[in-house]
Structure formats: C-alpha cells, structure tokens
C-alpha cells in the first residue's frame, strides 16, 4: 500500500537526485538492468544503492527500503559531490556480454583503471631477486623468520629499500568492476591503453574519476548467481513436470517457507550463497537464525569489524539473553537501534549513532561513515567531523569512558561491515539459493559443481550430493559431457576433471557422440574419434569404457595394440578398417587400484578415504557422538576438509579445521596457539584427534590436545612391482650364494 510516508521519502529523493544532479546516473542503470532482463540474465543490484526507494522502483535492487527502515542518505546526502554508487552483480558467465552492451550502447566508455602498488613481501621478493639472493634466502626475509643480527649486508639493504619502496605503485591494472560512462570523450582527462580484456582502459583510479566528477558503474561477476540459473536449467531437463512450477523470484515465499528457514538454523546450507563457510555456519547455530531479517544481521555481523569492535559476541549474547541487553546497553543506543539490541551492525548505524548519540546532520554522519574507509581516513572533512562527534558528546555530558567506547566501536567497524541493503540484498540471493537446496539439492549441487563450487574443494560437493542420495558416477565416454549431468538420481562427473584431458579430445568425443550416437566399443571408439595413446589412456584407466565390461588393463593393451605413435589420421575414413584379433590374456583390478587411480586423474576418490588407511580406526566416533561427550573428552577420526590458520591478538599462531568424520558428517576443531605450535596439518588426509567437546552457545567443538595424520596404505598399483623387485632381488642374492657355495664345495673337493 503507497501511504504518506512513502509518497514523502520518495518526493524528498526525486528532489534531491534531481538537485545533485544525478538523474542520468540512475537512468543509465535502469538501461543496463532492463537490457539484462530482456536477455534473461540474473542479475544483484546491491550496495548502498538498495537504500533507494527510486532504485526499488526502477528494479535496479529488489530490496525495499521502507521494510528495511533504510537510509536514503547512506546513499546521497547535500553533503557528497562525488556520484553516488551501485554495484550490479551479474553471473559471470553473462557479464562480457552486458559490458559489451554498455560499450555499444554509449559513446564514451573505458574500464576504470587501479594502481596495484608493493607490499612488504612482494617488495621484498622482487628486490631479493634484483640483489641475486638465493630463492631459499628470499623465502626467510618474506617469512620474516630471522634476526637482524643474523642477516648479512645484501639481505639488510633488501630489507632497508624495501621499506622505502613498500605501498609506492607496481603496476597499472584493471579496476574489479568500474566502468566510466561519460558526456564527453574520455581522452579529455586520460590516454587508454588496451589490455588483455580488450576493453579500452583509462590509466587513473576510482579516487581520480570521483574528484573530476566522472560516473562509475560497477559491473561485477559472481558464480553464485550462474548457480541459481544453471541448476533452474538442469531442473527442466532432469524434473520438467517440477520445472514448470517453478518462481525463482517468488522471494517472498521463500522468506516464509519454515523448511528453509529451518535449514537456516541447523547451518545445512552447503553450495548456498554466502551462508556455506565454516565461520558463517558457527554464526548461524549460534544465533539460531531463522527469519530472513536475522540473515540480513548474520550477513553483517560476519564481516571482521563487528568482530574487532567485540560485539559481535555482545550481539550473540544479548540475542540469546532477553533483559541482557537493557542491563548492558546505553539507553540512547537501544533506543535508535533496537531490532540490534543496541549493537552497531551495520554501516547504517555509525550514521544512526553519529545523529542520535553525537548530535551530528545526518549528512555529517555519512561524511564520519565514509571517513572511516581506508580512502579518506586522511580527508581533512573527516578530521572535522571527528573532532565535533567528540565535542556534542561532551556538550551532551556523557562520560569520557563512554565517548572513547563508542568511538572505538565505531572506528574498529565502520570501513568493514555491510550496508544493511547490501547485506539484504545478499540474503535475498541466499534465500535463492536456499531454496533450490532445499528442494531441488541434487540439481543444485550438479550446478555447484559445474560453477567452479564454491567454498570447499569440488568432492565435497560430490560427497554433500552422495549422502543427499546421489549416485556418483566417474567419467564415462557415453554419458558424461564436459561438465557435470545428472540423469535421475545419477550423477556423472564430467571430463572436466580429468586434468591431463585436452579440451579439444573432449570436443571430439561430444561432437562425435551426438552425430553419430553412442560408442559400442573402444574398437568403435578408436574408428570414429582422432586421439593419442596418451589420452586414451587416461580414459580407460578411468575406467570411461566400463560399459564395455572389459578390465581396464585389457582396454589399455588393446588401445597399444590398435594404435601406433604417431600414425593417426586427421579426417574420416573412407572404409571401415578391418582389425587384427589379438588374444590378451585375462587381467584383474582391485577397487583399491582404481580408488589410487581416482586420487591421481581426479584429485579425489569416490570411495570412502577411510577404506584407504592402512590401519583401521580404532573407533567409530564421528559428529553425533558430540553430544555425549560434551565437558568429556573423545579420541576421533576426521578427514581434513578446510583449516583457517590466524592469530591471536598477540600474534600466536591458531588454527580453526572442518572435518569430515566416518559417517560422511561434519565437525569442527580448534588448535589453541600450544597445540598449534606443537601440532600442524600436513597437507589433506585423514587425522586423529583427541580432544575436549566444549559448547558455545550450543555450537559444539573439539579443542584438539594432540593430533595424529593417518597413514594410507601403500599404492597397491606399485607395490606388487616393488614385491616383484625385492623377490627378484632375493633370487639374484640366493641364485648367488647358492654359485658361491657350489663354487667354494667344488674347490674343497678337489
């Protein structure tokens, strides 16, 4: 319903955007998104953009201020002389194409340049190399694992220019996303240079464009959003009586429907946008998040700021504790906060405290916001704006203690967290996403996959899918494509994976396989498809001719057989080729050989990596066990999926992993810095843990005591060779004792 309120916040910024003179800014948007939806491409208008009630009607965003409560001056205030700012998120499969757009569609177009500049090891890598230091000596200073005392001459005067040097530009690059669309040419205020992109390219930064007042557009690429397409075309192909049913910008269902939000709370949110890391899926149990507004606050909350500022743990607690936060909190801060708790979580509110608390315009307050990035911390603007946020404080009689805290607060966040539109117009996405999770995961995790995945390495979306009923199928030549498909319930991975597989074999394959069907053979195979003994190989050791029901080592013979090096021919043959019959005797392979084999070509088995060690685990302990043990301590096994290495605050080194336990379920570990420093990850595999099951607001964890990697047995498919070796070893020492011995005897006889 369009009542006053709307009618006046949409008056105060038709005025305003007509007053600053940005009536074409947001016309050219509207342009680029409109052209988007008539391709059919996805697309995220998010930023601070998704502040405007302008923008919400001319769909650049599709998030509503008035229910968001959103500030139109986050976005544009009388105080800003730059353009204001939208960043458009496309998949990035579809972003060449609307960049191409804009470049027909506009006269005077460049991408924006960016200096890329030195930092401290880069400098100190490049120097050492100048100074011809080994790459050993490089590693030490880059490491910054010496003592001074020890260095000699060379090393210290690496260091002592590499200081001098550090921050002072490297190179010119290419700006993420910003695109200069002007009225006049652009050679007016730089020369272009072409990169390798093939867009022309202006050689000054985002700063210089904002200072001589040039419009910058930003045009991003995600994967997320090629998900979120990808697996609606997978559905139609897999489950069309499913597809025809489907709105994928039905997002107020979505927001409502109890089993994504359900999803939401217990963290199963594996391949979904933004919520899959470890971090986010701690966050989410713990607040137990399951209302799209609680998303929006978690997509924020996660950012380091809120965490540096402390709050982010105040905000758990005082979510958690009802009465916590009027017994903690200042009363004019849960005042203009209090769907917060009186917790700074947004850009939003550094302007909202700045107004309220500190008496500051409103545009002052943005003025403070923008002063706290990186960019204009040395403004001399900010500089006054700090010094009266200060002074109202003091007029306004609040304590000295009490100004500082806010001011730390603000000051530790205010450049690293999201605006609240943005994190809306995240959390609509991850609703998105949810969904198809939720319903259609199988479809989604095949679209996850063919996406570049996401978060974790690609087989643990391989094994998500697994334990979500998937069966998982290794390459084959007449089913699988280059990427990934999925017939059913049955997933094929795709040639994609096979690393030392050329592109152009995996054309011919596909190619051939639609023209003329499937192969029947690998005699049918090798008539029809030009290919090396080397590639060919990969495919049968992969076990791709399986339909064949032949052993692979059998194929692998026949393929020598049939193919001689260097003598294939390029182009159709005109009569069949007649074949000689060889008759191979009878091979056999271990699904342990081709486990190895699949750990080699693929970079991961299909197998459970527990039937790979070569001492069974001594228990069975896995995720559910947790809830006994909680206070207690357990001895369990894991399979390494991710580790977060950071520091404390006084530099000590800690690691946070995820693992994957016998059952296929997930668990975390903490190395507090004495077990770190005792104890490191050496690369994927199996590890033991023992360890205390602590609980934090109901997420469980092990703090690991000790740690042990588990050995895998030994390659099944060298060590028959190395028996055979050491057998021929021990036959060629007895044959020799035994000639010793006849030789010693013959001359006693004599």
Not at 520 to 526: G, N, V
Not at 716 to 737: F, G, H, I, V
């Amino acid at each position: 319903v369009v009542d006053d309120k709307i009618r006046e916040r949409l008056a105060k910024e038709l005025e305003l955007i007509k007053e600053k003179g940005f009536v074409s800014y947001f016309l050219i948007n509207w342009d680029i998104v409109t052209e988007a939806r008539k391709r059919g491409f996805y697309y995220v208008g998010r930023g601070s953009g998704a502040n405007s009630i302008v923008a919400y009607l001319l769909r650049i965003t599709d998030v509503d201020p008035i229910e968001l409560d959103l500030y139109f001056e986050r976005f544009i205030n009388l105080y800003r002389t730059n353009p204001p700012d939208f960043d458009i998120d496309f998949s990035w499969k579809d972003r060449e194409e609307i960049t191409q757009y804009i470049f027909d569609r506009f006269e005077h177009v460049a991408l924006l340049g960016t200096y890329v500049t030195f930092k401290s090891r880069g400098v100190i890598r490049e120097l050492g190399k100048v100074f011809g230091l080994p790459k050993a000596e490089i590693d030490i200073l880059c490491d910054g694992h010496y003592k001074p005392e020890d260095l000699d001459e060379v090393s210290l005067l690496v260091l002592k220019y590499g200081n001098l040097i550090k921050d002072m530009p490297n190179y010119l690059s290419i700006h993420a996303g910003g695109i200069l669309i002007s009225d006049k040419p652009l050679h007016s205020f730089s020369a272009t240079h072409l990169p390798p992109k093939g867009f022309p390219t202006v050689q000054f930064d985002m700063v210089i464009a904002e200072d001589v007042g040039l419009y910058k557009f930003d045009i991003l690429g995600q994967r997320g959003l090629a998900k979120i397409k990808e697996a609606i075309q997978i559905l139609a192909l897999n489950q069309p009586e499913e597809y025809r049913g489907i709105d994928i910008h039905n997002i107020k269902k979505f927001k409502e429907d109890p089993h994504i939000n359900t999803m939401i709370k217990s963290a199963q949110c594996m391949g979904c946008f933004y919520v899959e890391s470890p971090a986010m899926r701690m966050l989410l149990r713990k607040l137990e998040v399951d209302t799209y507004l609680g998303l929006v606050a978690a997509s924020s909350i996660i950012r380091p700021g809120v965490a540096q500022s402390g709050m982010m743990r105040e905000y758990i607690l005082r979510h958690r504790n009802p009465g916590r936060a009027e017994e903690k909190g200042h009363p004019v801060m849960l005042d203009i906060m209090p769907e917060t708790y009186g917790v700074m979580v947004y850009q939003e509110d550094v302007i909202k405290v700045a107004h309220y608390f500190a008496g500051l315009s409103l545009g002052e307050a943005d003025v403070l916001r923008r002063g706290m990035s990186g960019k204009y911390r040395s403004r001399e603007e900010f500089q006054k704006i700090k010094d009266k946020f200060v002074e109202n404080c003091r007029n306004k009689g609040y304590e000295e203690s009490l100004i500082h805290e806010i001011w730390h607060q603000v000051a530790s966040f205010a450049g690293y967290a999201f605006a609240k539109g943005h994190s809306a117009s995240y959390a609509v996405e991850s609703y998105q996403s949810l969904f198809l999770r939720a319903y259609y995961p199988l479809e989604y995790l095949v679209a996850v996959l063919n996406n570049g995945g996401g978060f974790y390495r690609p087989e643990f979306y391989v094994h998500e899918a697994r334990m979500l009923g998937a069966v998982i199928h290794a390459p084959c030549v007449n089913k699988s494509m280059a990427v990934n498909c999925i017939y059913g319930k049955e997933i094929y991975l795709g040639f994609m994976y096979l690393k030392e597989l050329e592109s152009r074999v995996m054309d011919r394959i596909l190619k051939e396989r639609q023209a003329c069907g499937k192969f029947t053979s690998l005699e049918d195979f090798l008539d029809r498809v030009v290919i090396s003994i080397e590639q060919i190989s990969i495919l049968i050791r992969i076990n791709a001719f399986r339909f064949t029901e032949v052993n692979k080592h059998e194929l692998l013979w026949q393929a020598h057989l049939f193919l001689s090096k260097g003598n294939t021919i390029d182009h159709p043959k005109l009569f069949p080729p007649t074949h000689q019959d060889f008759e191979i005797p009878r091979l056999h392979t271990t699904d342990l050989e081709m486990a190895f084999t699949q750990l080699e070509l693929l970079g991961f088995c299909l197998c459970s990596p527990f039937h790979l060690l070569k001492d069974a685990p001594k228990n069975d302990k896995g995720s559910r066990d947790l809830p006994v043990y909680e206070g207690g301590y357990i001895d369990i096994y894991g399979y390494l999926v991710t580790v977060k290495n950071t520091k404390t605050h006084t530099g000590k080194r800690m690691n946070f992993a995820t693992l994957v336990d016998q059952h296929g379920e997930v668990f975390d570990t903490v190395l507090f810095p004495p077990v770190a420093a005792k104890y490191h990850f050496r690369g994927r595999g199996i590890y033991r843990f023992y360890g205390k099951v602590v609980s934090e607001f109901s997420f469980l964890s092990i703090e690991v005591i000790k740690m042990q990697k588990q050995d895998y047995i030994q390659d099944p498919r060298y060590a028959e060779m190395k028996t055979a070796n050491k057998r021929s070893q021990l036959a060629r020492t007895n044959k020799q004792l035994k000639d010793e011995e006849l030789h010693t005897s013959g001359k006693n006889g004599n």
